[in-house]
């Protein structure tokens, strides 16, 4: 497993010191992870029958406080935004989040959404990635995802284990999760959203031209944005 406290700290710190991005807020309370945290953590997950590995304790620690919203400024223009705020799995695992159905535009969304918990909620209106919690998942953490924006709500092809180092290969820039769903730029709605992660796309090529964005070039070509 890859220390994704280091992950983390590493963009967020390229997105602090560069002339090119305008940092709203940042917060990083999970750096140095507190080991108290993550033992009370788990220990509140296990009481309520959840396994708790490895993995699940980097969680804890690094969820705590760690959120970042900044703005792309390149040639006076802004070239797109970023924004996160992970919830930590000792708080969403445990409490249902019944607002959470109120954003369903359909009975179907609805009774999907009375299941889910949000994960990451970007400083984003109506916008958030949730982890769908069926009734009798426990020991195990279940692993599907759905990202909800602008009145779709879209399953992911991304695992829960995977998300937050995704997260940190997308530098926590919105709609990211897009990429990782069945919407494309045709999808009612949400070409603005594709047409943005391109722009920005090619703007971080520009501003962080020793960073590694094959995984970002490579779901643009497959949504058809890029040849």
């Known amino acids: ?3 994704l406290t280091i992950l983390y700290s590493s963009f967020k710190r390229l997105l ?5 991005i305008k940092v709203i807020d940042s917060r990083s309370l999970f750096d140095p992870p507190s080991e108290s945290h993550k033992r009370a953590g788990a220990a509140e997950l296990r009481a309520e029958g959840f396994e708790v590995n490895d993995w699940l304790q980097a969680i804890i620690g690094l969820s705590k406080g760690n959120s970042v919203t900044y703005h792309i400024i390149r040639d006076r223009q802004n070239r ?14 445990l409490e249902a989040e019944p607002w959470v159905a109120k954003n369903a535009t359909n009975e179907v969304d609805k009774a999907l959404l009375q299941k889910v918990r949000i994960i990451d909620q970007p400083n984003v209106a109506q916008t958030f990635t949730g982890l769908i919690m069926d009734e009798g998942t ?16 879209l399953p ?26 069945d919407a494309s730029p045709a999808t009612p709605g949400l070409g603005i959203c594709f047409e943005q992660l391109l722009d920005s796309y090619e703007a971080f090529l520009v501003i962080f031209p020793d960073r590694d964005f094959s995984i ?11 040849s």
């Open 156 to 181: 992911m092809a991304l695992s829960f284990t995977d998300y937050y180092e995704m997260l940190t290969n997308f530098m926590g820039i919105v709609d990211w999760q897009l990429l990782f769903t």
């Open 138 to 153: 426990k020991p195990s953490i279940p692993q599907g995802l759905v990202y909800f924006r602008r009145g779709h709500l």
């Open 80 to 93: 797109g935004e970023g924004s996160f705020n992970l919830n930590g799995p000792q708080e969403f695992l």
């Open 1 to 3: 497993m890859r220390n």
């Open 216 to 226: 970002w070039e490579a779901k643009l070509r497959a949504k058809q944005l890029i």
């Open 16 to 20: 602090e010191n560069s002339p090119h």
